[in-house]
T-cell receptor
Framework: AQKVTQAQTEISVVEKEDVTLDCVYE???????LFWYKQPPSGELVFLIR??????QNEISGRYSWNFQKSTSSFNFTITASQVVDSAVYFC????????????FGGGTRVLVKP | DVKVTQSSRYLVKRTGEKVFLECVQD?????MFWYRQDPGLGLRLIYF???????EKGDIPEGYSVSREKKERFSLILESASTNQTSMYLC?????????????FGPGTRLTVL
């Protein structure tokens, strides 16, 4: 069965520091999709990025970047020059190609950015 | 913009009560999901639906049932609420069953069972 592990439960940083969130996944499928979602204090999860298992190209989008490595089954997420508005819970999730659109979530990492 | 709405943000019920949580999406999505969120456990899938009147069990369906009579509405039912069902409940929808579709989430309902 698929599994997603986010080993860090909480990270506290001072504004402008970089933050890297770890995500390790397990799946037997060769086709799968990985996602990152952000849950701000308001509670509504917001989609950030998706990657499919055939696309290991890493991506940078503004202050966000993602590092997908199939060899280590990891899909890590970095916030550069963090801001107070980045304070939220971040979830990594996995969707297996054969399972339709069901998501398996990690336990989440709470990020607290202090001014 | 996709909008997923949930009937209540906060709900307090007594043990043994029948509880209905309603979710509505306005973008004609085929798939709808119910999750519960507990600290340290992330989101866990309770039930999902790929079509009207169709439902499938997720990872933790015990104690819950669902109803999808119309495409835009997906209801979660707690037949007899228990204290261990105190949690945050999140509804989501997605366009179809393609694995790469993102899910769009509602604001959540924080349910307390006394």
């Amino acid at each position: 069965a698929q599994k997603v592990t986010q080993a860090q439960t909480e990270i506290s940083v001072v504004e402008k520091e970089d933050v890297t969130l770890d995500c390790v996944y397990e799946t037997r499928d060769t086709t799968y999709y990985l996602f990152w979602y952000k849950q701000p204090p308001s509670g509504e999860l917001v989609f950030l990025i998706r990657r499919n298992s055939f696309d290991e190209q890493n991506e940078i989008s503004g202050r966000y970047s993602w590092n997908f490595q199939k060899s280590t089954s990891s899909f890590n997420f970095t916030i550069t020059a963090s801001q107070v508005v980045d304070s939220a819970v971040y979830f990594c999730a996995l969707s297996e190609g054969a399972a339709g659109n069901k998501l398996t979530f990690g336990g989440g990492t709470r990020v607290l950015v202090k001014p | 913009d996709v909008k997923v709405t949930q009937s209540s943000r906060y709900l307090v019920k007594r043990t043994g009560e029948k509880v209905f949580l309603e979710c509505v999406q306005d973008m004609d999505h085929e798939n709808m999901f119910w999750y519960r969120q507990d600290p340290g456990l992330g989101l866990r899938l309770i039930y999902f639906s790929y079509d009207v009147k169709m439902k499938e069990k997720g990872d933790i369906p015990e104690g819950y049932s669902v109803s999808r009579e119309k495409k835009e509405r997906f209801s979660l039912i707690l037949e007899s609420a228990s204290t261990n069902q105190t949690s945050m409940y999140l509804c989501a929808s997605s366009l179809d069953s393609s694995g790469d579709n993102e899910q769009f989430f509602g604001p959540g309902t924080r349910l307390t069972v006394l």
